[in-house]
């Protein structure tokens, strides 16, 4: 029991250097005042380029098997080849057991190989059985890993267990990046989604990520905008960088373009590279790629 005690002390020292006092519709009002005065100066032909660069391409579906995630990879290449003057995707995002597929067929340098792991989307496993699917996956060729929160925990004020679980999902990781899925629709209110942000952060985290896209709702301009003020208060305190990527919901090139002007707004040009904010989406790809070329386009 000592050592749940000293984690525990640990994690409420870290939680008391943020105000985590934070008002739902101060957010909203702020969210509000950005989209309606900021988002019109980043509609533009460069913007959308470098967002079409951001994109994590994602198959997350039941009927995925060898065949078509290997058809969806070749895509990627195929890409590459039509539209040499364009910025591929970041990503390509798929389940564990499929790593190995796009690992033997992607040809395009600067890809990354992520899979959701960790007993995606519900992230309702035990701990060991979590980590071995992690590890197969990097072993298969996974470059990053998109784990979910352990949102039950969570909210039950279990932040131990959260941390502790983070904790091992990195260093089954080793040297590859990891994101954490907060899940936002399910935390709530702005106070627990900033809470979330920085026990992940604190864990080990180096992307944080709004949802799975499994479930309603997914990602919003609120979750993103309260996400990017706890990376910014985390990045003054401690110095280390972490990444942001809204999923699930992004439905439009509106969508895109008002995560990437919140992003620009609260975190500042240092965010602004396909390192540091990706989008998981597959359709708005496709929706990118006609507004930048000028007539619609389904490549993907």
């Known amino acids: ?16 250097k943020y105000n985590l006092n934070i008002s739902d519709e101060d957010v909203k009002a702020a969210v509000k005042k950005i989209i309606t005065e900021k988002v019109h100066e980043n509609d533009t032909p460069e913007v959308k380029k470098f967002l079409m660069g951001s994109v994590e391409l994602t198959t997350l579906k039941t009927t995925d098997s060898d065949e078509s ?3 969806f990879t070749e895509r990627v290449n195929q890409f590459d080849e039509q539209y040499p003057n364009l910025p591929h995707v970041a990503t390509i995002c798929v389940y564990p057991r499929f790593a190995k597929v796009v690992s033997e067929t992607l ?3 600067g890809v990354e190989i992520a899979c959701v792991s960790g007993s995606f989307p519900s992230s309702q496993a035990l701990i060991e059985v979590k980590t071995v699917e992690t590890a197969l996956a990097v072993k298969d060729g996974a470059t990053e890993i998109d784990m979910v929160l352990s949102v039950g925990a969570f909210l039950s004020g279990d932040y131990e267990t959260v941390c502790d679980e983070i904790q091992q999902m990195k260093e089954a990781c080793g040297e590859k990046k990891m ?3 907060l899940e936002t629709g399910c935390l709530k209110t702005a106070s ?3 809470t979330a942000s920085l026990l992940a952060m604190y864990s080990g985290a180096d992307y944080i990520k709004t949802s799975t ?5 997914a990602a919003t301009p609120e979750a993103a905008y ?9 990045y003054d305190e401690t110095g280390i960088q972490i990444g942001f990527k809204p999923a699930g919901g992004l439905n439009s090139v509106m969508d895109a373009l008002i995560y990437y002007t919140i992003v620009k707004e609260v975190l500042g040009e240092k965010w602004l590279t396909n390192q540091w904010f990706r989008m998981g989406t597959s359709r708005l790809a496709n929706m990118l790629l006609s507004e930048v070329i000028g007539e619609e386009v389904k490549f993907f």
């Not at 309260?226 to 985390?234: D, N, R, S, T």
């Open 1 to 16: 029991m000592a050592e749940k005690t000293v984690e525990k002390s640990v994690i409420e020292e870290a939680l008391n």
């Open 69 to 71: 995630v290997m058809a």
């Open 107 to 109: 040809e395009v340098e």
């Open 179 to 181: 994101k954490v899925i």
């Open 192 to 194: 627990n989604i900033k």
């Open 213 to 217: 896209g499994k479930l309603e709702p």
């Open 226 to 234: 309260v996400m990017c003020q706890a990376i910014k208060e985390y």
